[in-house]
């Protein structure tokens, strides 16, 4: 599977305002996605399928969904760890025949903590794996340890929470996920999310 279907899928919230500060449905949207956080950091990759949005991963298995992203933390080529993460801000909750919809902003600091063979020209491939995060980040944003060969990247990203009321629970649709099948949501919630 490719990788980009997931991988910001899952670079997801711990921390928010405080939930004295939100209305009932943002706290309750703010529940869900720390749920979801729970999930992700205990590694229960069943449970994180279960919470997305399935219709974003139609023309998958379900094994194919978490063995991707079981490889997408942790391969031959590195072990990802989220160090830190923030919901920056959650959207009003809209409300449309009885469904209910939310954006959440985050940010995420993580480490890739790259695992290179003996013989390989470690220094030079770990320069080039700086260079790309750099050039996709930007240089404020990333930081590489050459001698331990860990890459530590901040990012922004944003995802859908979505309540289903045929299906009575809650799902969390990624940034990737939205663009591919966003139009699934109604139009008039479209632009009030802003994707």
Request: proline share 2%; hydrophobic share 30%; charged share 25%.
């Given at each position: 599977?490719?990788?980009?279907?997931?991988?910001?899928?899952?670079?997801?919230?711990?921390?928010?305002?405080?939930?004295?500060?939100?209305?009932?449905?943002?706290?309750?949207?703010?529940?869900?996605?720390?749920?979801?956080?729970?999930?992700?950091?205990?590694?229960?990759?069943?449970?994180?399928?279960?919470?997305?949005?399935?219709?974003?991963?139609?023309?998958?298995?379900?094994?194919?969904?978490?063995?991707?992203?079981?490889?997408?933390?942790?391969?031959?080529?590195?072990?990802?760890?989220?160090?830190?993460?923030?919901?920056?801000?959650?959207?009003?909750?809209?409300?449309?025949?009885?469904?209910?919809?939310?954006?959440?902003?985050?940010?995420v600091n993580g480490s890739f903590h790259f695992?290179?063979?003996?013989?390989?020209?470690?220094?030079?491939?770990?320069?080039?794996?700086?260079?790309?995060?750099?050039?996709?980040?930007?240089?404020?944003?990333?930081?590489?340890?050459?001698?331990?060969?860990?890459?530590?990247?901040?990012?922004?990203?944003?995802?859908?929470?979505?309540?289903?009321?045929?299906?009575?629970?809650?799902?969390?649709?990624?940034?990737?996920?939205?663009?591919?099948?966003?139009?699934?949501?109604?139009?008039?919630?479209?632009?009030?999310?802003?994707?």
């Open positions: 599977m490719r990788k980009t279907i997931l991988t910001s899928s899952y670079f997801v919230f711990i921390s928010c305002n405080s939930p004295s500060h939100l209305s009932n449905e943002k706290n309750e949207v703010r529940k869900v996605l720390l749920q979801f956080n729970d999930y992700l950091s205990k590694m229960n990759y069943e449970r994180v399928y279960y919470m997305n949005y399935l219709s974003s991963f139609d023309s998958f298995t379900k094994e194919e969904v978490i063995a991707d992203l079981q490889n997408s933390m942790h391969n031959d080529e590195y072990d990802f760890y989220l160090n830190k993460l923030y919901i920056d801000s959650i959207s009003e909750v809209f409300v449309y025949n009885s469904n209910k919809y939310a954006r959440a902003d985050y940010r695992k290179f063979k003996s013989g390989e020209d470690s220094l030079r491939k770990f320069k080039g794996y700086c260079q790309n995060h750099i050039d996709m980040y930007g240089g404020t944003n990333v930081r590489c340890d050459q001698k331990n060969k860990v890459l530590n990247l901040t990012s922004k990203d944003y995802a859908l929470v979505i309540y289903s009321y045929r299906d009575r629970r809650w799902f969390i649709l990624s940034s990737n996920g939205a663009k591919r099948i966003g139009n699934i949501i109604p139009p008039e919630i479209q632009s009030k999310l802003q994707y």
